[in-house]
């Protein structure tokens, strides 16, 4: 027996974040294509993407100024990571959220620390942040700078 096919749920637009991912990575629709450009239009308005931009500061961090590392994945550079993992566009909170990260958990030789020490650099974290900043769509000459230094 075969089982049935998981891509008319995925392109559903009831959660336009699957949606985008599976127009995207499965039917590998380019960027500028109409129904790539709604889905991810519709992410920070829905679900996930909503409840965390929702809780957002107007300063761009998440649960307190700082590094934003800590809670583990509720502080600032876990939300951008999430973020970009549900595919959200870049947007003005999103923006805030990627200058946060970029101003104040990183160290001055371009490496990111969940303590702003030398102790603090962890390379799995600077992966994972300068690979959701660039999914976001944030262009800042320190993501060089960052990439250098991993």
């Known amino acids: 027996m075969m089982a049935p096919d998981p891509l008319p749920w995925l392109l559903e637009p009831e959660n336009p974040s699957a949606r985008y991912l599976a127009l995207t990575g499965l039917l590998d629709l380019p960027p500028d294509d109409p129904e790539v450009l709604a889905a991810r239009a519709a992410i920070p308005g829905w679900g996930a993407a909503r409840a965390i931009l929702d809780a957002q500061w107007p300063e761009g961090y998440w649960i307190a100024p700082g590094v934003g590392y800590s809670p583990k994945y509720k502080s600032t550079v876990w939300q951008v990571i999430i973020l970009a993992a549900l595919g959200t566009p870049r947007t003005a909170a999103v923006k805030r959220a990627c200058d946060r990260v970029l101003s104040d958990s990183r160290l ?41 230094a991993l």
Do not use: H
Not at 121 to 140: K, T, W
């Open 108 to 148: 001055p030789d371009g490496r990111f620390s969940a303590k702003v020490t030398e102790q603090g650099a962890i390379v799995c974290l600077g992966g994972n942040l300068l690979r959701a900043l660039m999914q976001l769509g944030f262009e800042d000459p320190r993501i060089a700078d960052s990439v250098e």
